[in-house]
């Protein structure tokens, strides 16, 4: 038995001198994960259960969206029923101190949604839904078209940051339902077009690589502290000193890979280097190869 584990012990180290002393692997596929997020005036909402995009429709948890709006949602077990009753109407009946849980139950001064039906009761009047309700992780999932059409709400969905972004007037979001969110749409932008000019042709994989090297830089004590400057910083990332870099409108998919990147999805450690070449230096390790692009970390 000692003989054999010599010799697979010296196989090994055979194997290692004529490979090098590093190992590397290629990446394994990553899902593609649309992270949505909703702003109400220019506010990021805290949210337990993540947007998502199904047939074309962006579906928000409707009681955060709601609560952010100033509404007052309940929810009926027995009917399966959502009952909203906006901010406006309960300030009328608490100033004539007629306020009961039966006024937010009733219909003629209330929105009404079943899950899984299209229709919806709103002030006593029967309206169509071009989706129906669905709940997720035990939250009300509901197309973000309902919040403009019900809630007078001005609603705007950005294709460059996939954020959907509600307006209305005289409202002030409630603190606890503010997400500190730690990175700005102008980092996101700025770090989905550095991702398409360097490696616009990769999978979602190598998209999310490029975009995390540029993250942990902004983390490493030996690069600036922003997203901004890292990018431009002299001589690290060419095409980002090219003519039309500044204005550039970076696709979906540098977009979608830049806040994967920025939500924590990082498929290549701690790496701080890519080439599409391999380097000649003692000071870095070769980490993984991804769609022919190299990584590597610090020694």
Known sequence: MSRLIGKIVFCVLVLTACLGSVFYCEASDLKEQIFVTVKVNDQCIKMDTQPYIKSGRVYVPIRFVAEALGAKVDWNAEQNKVIISKKEDIEAEELNETVTEAVYADEKKSIQLTIGSNELIAYGEEKQMDAAPEI???????????????????????????????????????????????????????????????????????????????????????????????????????????????????????????????????????????????????NVVLYKRIDGEYFYCKK
């Open 136 to 282: 997720v992780n035990g939250r009300t999932m509901i197309p973000i078209r309902f919040v403009s059409e019900n809630l007078d709400c001005n609603v705007i969905w950005s294709d460059l940051t996939y954020s959907v972004l509600i307006y209305k007037d005289d409202i002030a979001v409630p603190k606890e339902l503010i997400e500190d969110r730690w990175y700005t749409d102008e980092d996101l932008i700025w770090l989905a077009r550095i991702v398409h000019v360097e490696v616009k042709g990769l999978s979602i994989n190598g998209k999310v690589a490029v975009a995390n090297v540029v993250l942990n830089r902004v983390k490493s004590p030996g690069f600036p502290n922003t997203i901004y400057d890292v990018i431009f910083a002299k001589g690290q990332f060419p095409p980002a000193h090219k003519p039309g870099f500044k204005e550039l409108v970076p696709s979906r998919d540098c977009i979608i890979a830049a806040k994967m990147a920025l939500h924590g999805i990082n498929n290549v450690g701690e790496c701080l280097y890519f080439n599409n070449v391999p380097f000649k230096s003692n």
